[in-house]
Structures are given as structure tokens and as C-alpha cells.
């Protein structure tokens, strides 16, 4: 009974495409995230997504755009992929209510852009 | 945003208690401080949380000093299965969310 989960595992594509990946998450959680790890593994957030409003951006590059269109779902669609693209990227979800930190990830959806 | 510094490598033996300390001198009043575990070709885990003096749970216990400049992470006995990378987090949970920055975090070898 998978708690976050993410599709496709893998995507290979050629630059320039236009790609989405989908997230779900059954946990009832409210706030959903995308974040970004590269070959260095350093894992960087990109978006926040809290009740269906975005409420974080990192100075991604507009062409990525996360959609939201419910609290279970929170989808990234990329436009006009470059090879600088290709990394794991993981949706994640939480409880805002509390005080807990503990955020559940999913397994990662690995980008390959050629 | 609080930065934290942690050692990029470990190496230990199995049945050994390992002890990982992060650095975070910026840590603002109201920040947390969160560790997680991250597998090969997995996403993060959430392993702990705290604010201050000690917390523990089943998997770790989390020391935090009067100053709150830093917390140890504490893995009593590891095994092999504990190698992983440790990530540790400081920050504000809150109802509007929050900004999550994962540092590099400290890679851990447990060998037999």
C-alpha cells in the first residue's frame, strides 16, 4: 500500500521534448513537494504545493511548471527539456498541522536527457 | 536559512555506535532540527526530530546541546543495512509549509 508514489520510475528522452511526471500520495496529507537531485546528490527543493496553492519556488526555470489538481496530486510538467535536466526527482508529502518536519518521499523518477 | 555542516564520509563496523554531528551555528529560535536517511535509488527517510537536550526514538537518538549550534545523531549498533546517506535539516514546520534544505549529507560505510 504505496504512500507516495510517482510515474513513470524511469524517462529517457531527447532534448527539446516535452515531458510530466505524476505524483500521488493516499496519506491525506496536505502539502506536497518536488525536489531535485542531481549526480552529486545534492537534493535541492523546487516546488511547494500546500491546499493546491503554490507557496514555494526556488528560482526554478519557468519551464517547469508543477500542477496541483487536487490535495492527493501533484504532477511536474517539463517543457523544452535540456541535457542539465537529467537527474532523480523525487515528490514528497506532509502533514502542515503539527509540528513534525517528517516529510514521506516517494521513490524517485530518474530524468535522462539526451 | 540556517546552514548546516556535516562530515561528507564515515566508516564503521558493524555493531558499533555511530555518532554523526552537524553544524548549524545560524540556528534561529524557533528552528527544528530533523535528520533523515536516504538508500541507493531510494528517496529520503525520515529517521528523527528535536529541538532541544535529547530525543530518542527506536531507530536513533538525537542530542542537542544548551546552544542548539549543533546536534549529534546518534545509531546504536549499526548493521550493514545502515549504510546510507544522513541528511540533517534545520527549519520551521508550519501550516504554510516550509523550506527544506538538504545539505550534502554524510555518506556512512558500515563493514562487516
Known amino acids: 500500500d504505496t504512500a507516495v508514489s510517482q510515474t513513470p520510475k524511469y524517462l529517457v528522452t531527447q532534448m527539446g521534448n516535452d515531458k510530466s511526471i505524476k505524483c500521488e500520495q493516499n496519506l491525506g496529507h496536505d502539502t506536497m513537494y518536488w525536489y531535485k537531485q542531481d549526480s552529486k546528490k545534492f537534493l535541492k527543493i523546487m516546488f511547494s504545493?500546500?491546499?493546491?496553492?503554490?507557496?514555494i519556488n526556488e528560482t526554478v526555470p519557468n519551464r517547469f511548471s508543477p500542477k496541483s489538481p487536487d490535495k492527493a496530486h501533484l504532477n511536474l510538467h517539463i517543457n523544452s527539456l535540456e541535457l542539465g535536466d537529467s537527474a532523480v526527482y523525487f515528490c514528497a508529502s506532509r502533514s502542515s498541522g503539527g509540528i513534525s518536519y517528517e516529510q514521506y518521499f516517494g521513490p524517485g523518477t530518474r530524468l535522462t536527457v539526451t | 536559512l540556517a546552514k548546516t555542516t556535516q562530515p561528507i564520509s564515515m566508516d564503521s563496523y558493524e555493531g558499533q555506535e555511530v555518532n554523526i554531528t552537524c553544524s548549524h551555528n545560524n540556528i534561529a529560535t524557533n528552528d527544528y532540527i530533523t535528520w533523515y536517511q536516504q538508500f541507493p535509488s531510494q528517496g529520503p527517510r525520515f529517521i528523527i526530530q528535536?529541538?532541544?537536550t535529547k530525543v530518542t526514538n527506536e531507530v536513533a537518538s538525537l542530542f542537542i546541546p544548551a546552544d542548539r549550534k549543533s546536534s549529534t545523531l546518534s545509531l546504536p549498533r549499526v548493521s550493514l543495512s545502515d549504510t546510507a546517506v544522513y541528511y540533517c535539516?534545520?527549519?520551521?514546520?508550519?501550516?504554510?509549509?516550509?523550506?527544506?534544505?538538504f545539505g550534502a549529507g554524510t555518506r556512512l560505510f558500515v563493514k562487516a
Open positions: 535539516l534545520v527549519g520551521v514546520p508550519n501550516t504554510g509549509g516550509f523550506k527544506t534544505i
Open positions: 504545493y500546500n491546499n493546491k496553492e503554490l507557496i
Open positions: 528535536g529541538y532541544k
